[in-house]
T-cell receptor, first 113, second 118 residues
Framework: SQKIEQNSEALNIQEGKTATLTCNYTNYSPAYLQWYRQDPGRGPVFLLLIRENEKEKRKERLKVTFDTTLKQSLFHITASQPADSATYLCALLPNTGGFKTIFGAGTRLFVKA | DTGVSQDPRHKITKRGQNVTFRCDPISEHNRLYWYRQTLGQGPEFLTYFQNEAQLEKSRLLSDRFSAERPKGSFSTLEIQRTEQGDSAMYLC????????????????FGDGTRLSIL
């Protein structure tokens, strides 16, 4: 069956450390993969997009990697801050036609001061 | 604020009633999406519009659900004969039209309408 999985357990890290979140997918061939941030009671906010032929993307303190062999994307936040505390969602658009974006359930990140 | 706007933010209704939600996308965006999100889950795709044309619907979208986007501007999502299982956050997103389906344009989300069925 097709699945997109993120760590269901919350990630707790100390301020200043690097947070690494994982997104694994099964039986999808993504055209691209996106990462979003979601705060309680708010809609998701786009962070980064990486295409199937790209290995890594960076934006300020954020970095995304994409390994189509492992069927995995890693999302890194360096020099984390308490303001980075939120739920992070990965989402993919299958390379099979259509416009249906598939979201993971998200990983909750807590950054302690 | 020129972001995606959704109305109302909260809706409480009794089971069996009909409800309608509105989404105003970013004005120059011709792509519009509806999602449903329950607690602890990611958004689930419901339907997609390109301009006024509804090009894709999820199997989640039963015949009690209908969405429209007249004139390719705002969109409405109606749920008829609501059921307890319809309680969720309904999210709308929009994105610019790009060159083809795989144009890497991110989706901009509104803050959703939270529906509670009594």
């Amino acid at each position: 069956s097709q699945k997109i999985e993120q760590n269901s357990e919350a990630l707790n890290i100390q301020e200043g450390k690097t947070a690494t979140l994982t997104c694994n997918y099964t039986n999808y061939s993504p055209a691209y993969l996106q990462w979003y941030r979601q705060d309680p009671g708010r809609g998701p906010v786009f962070l980064l997009l990486i295409r199937e032929n790209e290995k890594e993307k960076r934006k300020e303190r954020l970095k995304v990697t994409f390994d189509t062999t492992l069927k995995q994307s890693l999302f890194h936040i360096t020099a984390s801050q308490p303001a980075d505390s939120a739920t992070y969602l990965c989402a993919l658009l299958p390379n099979t036609g259509g416009f249906k974006t598939i979201f993971g359930a998200g990983t909750r990140l807590f950054v302690k001061a | 604020d020129t972001g995606v706007s959704q109305d109302p933010r909260h809706k409480i209704t009794k089971r069996g009633q009909n409800v309608t939600f509105r989404c105003d996308p970013i004005s120059e965006h011709n792509r519009l999406y509806w999602y449903r999100q329950t607690l602890g889950q990611g958004p689930e795709f419901l339907t997609y519009f390109q301009n006024e044309a509804q090009l894709e619907k999820s199997r989640l979208l039963s015949d009690r659900f209908s969405a429209e986007r007249p004139k390719g501007s705002f969109s409405t999502l109606e749920i008829q004969r609501t059921e307890q299982g319809d309680s969720a956050m309904y999210l709308c997103a929009s994105s610019p039209g790009g060159s083809g389906r795989y144009s890497n344009q991110p989706q901009h989300f509104g803050d959703g309408t939270r529906l509670s069925i009594l």
